[in-house]
């Protein structure tokens, strides 16, 4: 506890690197930068193994994934147990003219996937990397207005999807909830900001 003993957060501001236990290094460099485009950015040994190596890749926002990787490890692609505690898939942004065309790019490589899954609010497709990991490409359907976040849509979205009762965040709370953060966040001249009809 603090020193007036009052409990304080410890306020996370994203996330700052993944690490991932890799095999090999070249299936590493393979499937992160020649899969999924990453770059690979650093390389070093692993600081707490030096007989491990530590790769870094930049999955396109300027964080990291890191593999410790080891030439003594050899890629398994029995899928990564799916246990209390464990990690189940790891999600990665891409663009909506990139998402439509995962599908044919993995079926090139032999890659078996879901195919698109339609979640409401944004399109994904499912498939796991050599080491039996799932992955996730996951595509906004919505862009924010100009200084939100996506998760400030998502918030609104959820509220008015709550506030209408339905089970899931779906297109139209989404049109919505920009329409709400914008009408909040940029004035207007007008007295009255309705929808009309001009026609």
Same mark, same amino acid.
């Not at 890629?75 to 044919?104: I, K, M, R, Y």
């Not at 080491?131 to 609104?156: T, W």
């Not at 709550?162 to 920009?178: E, F, Q, S, T």
């Given at each position: 506890?603090?020193?007036?003993?009052?409990?304080? +957060? #410890?306020?996370?501001?994203? $996330?700052?690197?993944?690490?991932? /236990?890799?095999?090999?290094?070249?299936?590493?460099?393979?499937?992160?930068?020649?899969?999924?485009?990453? @770059?690979?950015?650093?390389?070093?040994?692993?600081?707490?193994?030096?007989?491990?190596?530590?790769?870094?890749?930049?999955?396109? =926002?300027?964080?990291? #994934?890191? #593999? *410790?990787?080891?030439?003594? &490890? +050899?890629?398994?692609?029995?899928? $990564?147990?799916?246990?209390?505690?464990?990690?189940?898939?790891?999600?990665?942004? $891409?663009?909506?003219?990139? *998402?439509?065309?995962?599908? =044919? &790019?993995?079926?090139?490589?032999?890659?078996?996937?879901?195919?698109?899954?339609? &979640?409401? *609010?944004? =399109?994904? /497709?499912? *498939?796991?990397? @050599?080491?039996?990991?799932?992955?996730?490409?996951?595509?906004?359907?919505?862009? @924010?207005?100009?200084?939100? &976040?996506?998760?400030?849509?998502?918030?609104?979205?959820?509220?008015?999807? $709550?506030? +209408?009762?339905?089970?899931? #965040?779906?297109?139209?709370?989404?049109?919505?909830?920009?329409?709400?953060?914008?009408?909040?966040?940029?004035?207007?001249?007008? =007295? +009255?900001?309705?929808?009309?009809?001009?026609?």
């Amino acid at each position: 506890m603090s020193e007036s003993g009052e409990l304080r +957060k #410890i306020q996370t501001q994203g $996330v700052h690197h993944i690490t991932i /236990i890799g095999a090999d290094r070249q299936t590493s460099i393979d499937f992160w930068e020649g899969v999924l485009g990453m @770059p690979f950015i650093f390389d070093q040994p692993n600081l707490d193994d030096p007989d491990q190596g530590h790769l870094y890749f930049d999955p396109g =926002d300027g964080r990291l #994934i890191t #593999i *410790f990787t080891s030439e003594d &490890r +050899k890629p398994d692609a029995t899928p $990564v147990p799916e246990a209390v505690g464990s990690l189940h898939h790891l999600a990665l942004n $891409v663009s909506q003219a990139t *998402f439509w065309q995962v599908a =044919d &790019r993995l079926d090139a490589r032999g890659v078996s996937h879901s195919g698109p899954v339609d &979640r409401g *609010f944004m =399109d994904s /497709i499912y *498939f796991r990397d @050599p080491l039996g990991l799932r992955i996730e490409l996951a595509s906004y359907r919505f862009e @924010p207005p100009e200084g939100c &976040r996506h998760a400030d849509v998502m918030i609104e979205a959820h509220r008015i999807r $709550v506030a +209408k009762g339905d089970g899931h #965040i779906d297109r139209v709370h989404l049109a919505d909830a920009i329409e709400r953060l914008v009408e909040r966040r940029q004035g207007s001249l007008s =007295d +009255k900001r309705a929808a009309r009809n001009p026609y």
